[in-house]
Every structure is written in structure tokens, then in C-alpha cells.
């Protein structure tokens, strides 16, 4: 089994600023005087590429945790909002609300298969997450009245395109 080639401080220093979110990819480059053709073989070579997908599989789990530490206060607040006296606003609340599961379905497939790339099996899904702390939120009959209503309506909507 051949040996895993090393990083120089160089390749290290050129991914850490490409993560850092400073510069861009050529600024990079230009302030460590590596050439576009260096920088290409350093992208072919094994050890350069595992370090890189590290980073970023670091970068989703860091955006992960910040977005699933403010969830439950975006999903506090989106109840809020379906209480508005603007009617569009509570409406964009309600609709919102509906699709969060999805997205956070979406979100956790994404996270997942960067890491489970190097296993063939699909990433498990997860369960809705709890956004109460461990106590099931009742929503008030006016809420779910409005998120049936915004239901029946987009339901409507996709039957009169069906039908043109």
C-alpha cells in the first residue's frame, strides 16, 4: 500500500485561508504565489482533495449546528407571525411552516451524504425535530384554522393549474 504523501505548510496554509472566507480562490493563490497549473495538480493529488472534502464536510456541520441552534427561536417566531394582522404575512407564516419539515428533510439528506460518501447506503432520514424543548407546542385553534385555510388554498391553486 503506497505511503499517503504529507502536506506541505504551504497546501495547508493555501487550504486554510480558502476556508477562512477572506479572500477568494485566486486572491488565495496570488498571496501564497502558487500558479493556477500548481494549484490544479495539488486538486489531483489524493491527500490535497481528502484534506479539502474534510473542510468542507467541517464547514456543513458547522452551518448545521448554527442553523439547528436557532431553529426552535425561527420556529417560535414563525408561530408568532401566523397571528399577524397582515393577512399576507401570517399567510407566508403558515405556508412556510408547512414546508419546514421537508426542507429539514432535504437539509439533513444533503448534510448526510457528505458523510456517508464513502458508504453505499443511503443516508437515513430524521426525524421532525422537537422545537419546544421537550414538550409538544400546542398551536391555538385560530393558527390551525389559519394553516387548514392556507392548506385548502394551495390545494385549490394546484387543482385549477391541473385543470388549465
Known amino acids: ?21 477572506e479572500l477568494d480562490e485566486q486572491a488565495v ?3 501564497h504565489r502558487v500558479s493556477r497549473n500548481v494549484y490544479n ?15 468542507i464536510a467541517a464547514a456543513y456541520c458547522q452551518s448545521a449546528a448554527l442553523i439547528a441552534r436557532y431553529a426552535p427561536l425561527a420556529a417560535a417566531k414563525l408561530v ?5 394582522d397582515k393577512e399576507e404575512t401570517a399567510r407566508k407564516a403558515c405556508l412556510n411552516i408547512i414546508s419546514v419539515p421537508h426542507q429539514l428533510s432535504l437539509g439533513s439528506r444533503l448534510i448526510g ?3 456517508t460518501q ?5 443516508p437515513a432520514p430524521n426525524p421532525s425535530p422537537d422545537t419546544s424543548g421537550g ?19 394551495e390545494r385549490d ?7 388549465s
Open 135 to 153: 414538550q409538544a407546542q400546542q398551536l391555538s385553534d385560530q393558527t390551525v384554522t389559519k394553516l387548514l385555510a392556507v392548506l385548502a388554498e
Open 41 to 55: 495538480k495539488w486538486l489531483a493529488e489524493a491527500s490535497f482533495t481528502k484534506q479539502f472534502d474534510q473542510r
Open 157 to 163: 391553486r394546484d387543482s385549477i393549474r391541473v385543470v
Open 1 to 21: 500500500m503506497a505511503k499517503r504523501k504529507q502536506l506541505t505548510k504551504r497546501q495547508l496554509a493555501v487550504i486554510e485561508d480558502l476556508f477562512s472566507g
Open 29 to 31: 493563490l496570488d498571496k
Open 113 to 115: 451524504a457528505g458523510k
Open 118 to 122: 464513502a458508504s453505499s447506503e443511503p
Open 80 to 84: 408568532q407571525l401566523t397571528e399577524s
